[in-house]
């Protein structure tokens, strides 16, 4: 199934893009399509712990169970003060 992963602010600038379409199996979750970006765009590792993961707009947790036209949207915490 066909899973499109939108990057927002620096992270489309790691990853040169900002939009990533990734094939999956059938009951893939969000944790898989996660670590299946990093093995696609290794630059993304160290950035990991400052992300926000949504599916189709509303936040999700990795065991969240895709579906295929899933839009997946990753973006880092902002920190303000």
């Given at each position: ?65 895709l ?15």
């Open positions: 199934m066909k899973i499109e992963v939108r990057l927002l602010a620096s992270l489309r600038v790691t990853a040169g893009r900002d939009v990533v379409t990734l094939d999956l199996p059938p009951g893939a979750t969000l944790g898989a399509a996660v670590e299946r970006l990093l093995a696609e765009l290794p630059a993304m590792n160290e950035h990991t712990p400052m992300w926000h993961l949504a599916v189709n707009g509303a936040h999700a947790e990795a065991e969240a169970v579906q295929p036209g899933d839009r997946i949207t990753i973006f880092p915490y902002i920190a303000g003060g």
